[in-house]
């Protein structure tokens, strides 16, 4: 049984029920019906036209549900409409499941789930396996954000700044069980690429692959985190970095600058220094500026902190962060930093310690708690 096959027709087969009248709940159910069917029939009688196969099974089990429901026999005039067997369509639904699993009445988390489940064809339990929760919570969430779209308007979804932020946020998840979920958001971001042309959607196609070609890099062998200064770039991936490089350059060219796109230039700017030495700050810093204006967002005026510093001096960072809330996140861990660049070892492990404490992440909190003890150890000596 080829599972990529199913899963790369599983948007294609919704989108068709869902254009076809059914609502978003029960078009689904009705597509893992017939995924099930395929499984135990294919094997041995393997289809000539698999979409075909699928859109024909799943529209009869929609119907079928459709019929035995009092409260939707107003639908059992769609019998006559149900389509024949033999070659479907070649519709491209994917883009309008996108817009629907990102519709603006979920909430992030579940928009997350949703387009997992509905556009990424991952099974409830896998998904409950990378966000670490009991499947039976992720299924609640996923059927609570089923029941909130089934009653919206196909024609009323969200727009390409809600679809991006769902797959920025799939994207942060990274990766966890069986499921890795920063390989999957690329996956779905090019799909999203190909079928739309938007500046920000190459921007953000960019910057996850940019990101993602320092994966190797980025923790020790005992599962310790490598910070991005102590990397070793002979493991980055060159051909991912050549190709967002490639797709952020055609992107910038477009001369309509977005958040993503300015991401992912100060991520090319790392990429592209040999050395950690080599970095040139004083871009990333310009970068960092053009970002704030376009968002306004105080963690990314945070993250400009760490820049200046490396830019103009660690006291020059400790003055851009003045102006910056104490609590934000990673706050306390940028000012630890700074402070030990600024020659201040004892407020440094205070605050890494600090810092640890507040950490998303056990793996964060222990290269953090490391650090703190790393300074303690050197102010003993």
């Given at each position: 049984?080829?599972?990529?096959?199913?899963?790369?027709?599983?948007?294609?087969?919704?989108?068709?029920?869902?254009?076809?009248?059914?609502?978003?709940?029960?078009?689904?159910?009705?597509?893992?019906?017939?995924?099930?069917?395929?499984?135990?029939?294919?094997?041995?009688?393997?289809?000539?036209?698999?979409?075909?196969?699928?859109?024909?099974?799943?529209?009869?089990?929609?119907?079928?549900?459709?019929r035995a429901d009092?409260?939707?026999?107003?639908?059992?005039?769609?019998?006559?409409?149900?389509?024949?067997?033999?070659?479907?369509?070649?519709?491209?639904?994917?883009?309008?499941?996108?817009?629907?699993?990102?519709?603006?009445?979920?909430?992030?988390?579940?928009?997350?789930?949703?387009?997992?489940?509905?556009?990424?064809?991952?099974?409830?339990?896998?998904?409950?396996?990378?966000?670490?929760?009991?499947?039976?919570?992720?299924?609640?969430?996923?059927?609570?954000?089923?029941?909130?779209?089934?009653?919206?308007?196909?024609?009323?979804?969200?727009?390409?700044?809600?679809?991006?932020?769902?797959?920025?946020?799939?994207?942060?998840?990274?990766?966890?069980?069986?499921?890795?979920?920063?390989?999957?958001?690329?996956?779905?971001?090019?799909?999203?690429?190909?079928?739309?042309?938007?500046?920000?959607?190459?921007?953000?196609?960019?910057?996850?692959?940019?990101?993602?070609?320092?994966?190797?890099?980025?923790?020790?062998?005992?599962?310790?985190?490598?910070?991005?200064?102590?990397?070793?770039?002979?493991?980055?991936?060159?051909?991912?970095?050549?190709?967002?490089?490639?797709?952020?350059?055609?992107?910038?060219?477009?001369?309509?600058?977005?958040?993503?796109?300015?991401?992912?230039?100060?991520?090319?700017?790392?990429?592209?220094?040999?050395?950690?030495?080599?970095?040139?700050?004083?871009?990333?810093?310009?970068?960092?500026?053009?970002?704030?204006?376009?968002?306004?967002?105080?963690?990314?005026?945070?993250?400009?902190?760490?820049?200046?510093?490396?830019?103009?001096?660690?006291?020059?960072?400790?003055?851009?962060?003045?102006?910056?809330?104490?609590?934000?996140?990673?706050?306390?861990?940028?000012?630890?930093?700074?402070?030990?660049?600024?020659?201040?070892?004892?407020?440094?492990?205070?605050?890494?310690?600090?810092?640890?404490?507040?950490?998303?992440?056990?793996?964060?909190?222990?290269?953090?708690?490391?650090?703190a003890a790393r300074?303690?150890?050197?102010?003993?000596?």
């Amino acid at each position: 049984m080829n599972e990529v096959l199913l899963r790369s027709l599983t948007p294609s087969v919704l989108g068709i029920l869902v254009r076809r009248g059914a609502d978003f709940a029960a078009a689904e159910d009705a597509v893992q019906d017939a995924l099930v069917e395929a499984v135990r029939v294919w094997p041995a009688d393997p289809p000539r036209d698999p979409k075909g196969w699928l859109v024909t099974v799943a529209w009869r089990r929609f119907l079928d549900a459709t019929r035995a429901d009092a409260a939707r026999r107003r639908r059992e005039d769609l019998v006559d409409e149900e389509p024949a067997p033999g070659p479907a369509p070649a519709v491209e639904d994917t883009l309008q499941l996108y817009f629907l699993c990102a519709h603006p009445s979920l909430t992030p988390s579940s928009a997350v789930a949703l387009t997992l489940r509905a556009v990424g064809g991952l099974t409830t339990r896998q998904i409950a396996q990378a966000y670490l929760v009991p499947e039976a919570t992720m299924a609640q969430r996923i059927s609570r954000a089923k029941r909130t779209v089934s009653g919206v308007r196909f024609d009323q979804p969200g727009d390409v700044a809600t679809v991006l932020r769902v797959l920025y946020l799939v994207f942060n998840e990274g990766y966890s069980g069986d499921v890795d979920l920063a390989a999957e958001a690329i996956r779905l971001t090019r799909q999203l690429a190909a079928a739309i042309d938007h500046p920000e959607v190459a921007g953000l196609l960019a910057l996850m692959l940019l990101h993602h070609a320092r994966r190797a890099a980025r923790t020790a062998p005992d599962g310790s985190l490598v910070p991005l200064a102590e990397q070793d770039r002979g493991r980055w991936d060159t051909e991912s970095i050549a190709e967002g490089v490639e797709i952020l350059q055609a992107a910038l060219a477009r001369d309509r600058l977005g958040e993503f796109q300015a991401q992912a230039a100060i991520a090319a700017l790392h990429a592209d220094a040999p050395t950690a030495e080599e970095t040139d700050w004083v871009q990333i810093v310009e970068w960092y500026d053009e970002l704030a204006r376009l968002t306004d967002s105080p963690v990314v005026r945070l993250n400009r902190a760490v820049a200046v510093g490396e830019a103009d001096g660690p006291r020059a960072g400790l003055a851009a962060l003045v102006a910056l809330d104490d609590t934000l996140p990673r706050h306390a861990a940028v000012a630890a930093y700074l402070h030990e660049r600024d020659g201040d070892l004892a407020t440094a492990a205070r605050l890494y310690a600090e810092a640890a404490q507040k950490a998303p992440n056990l793996a964060e909190r222990d290269h953090l708690t490391r650090q703190a003890a790393r300074l303690n150890a050197r102010r003993c000596r």
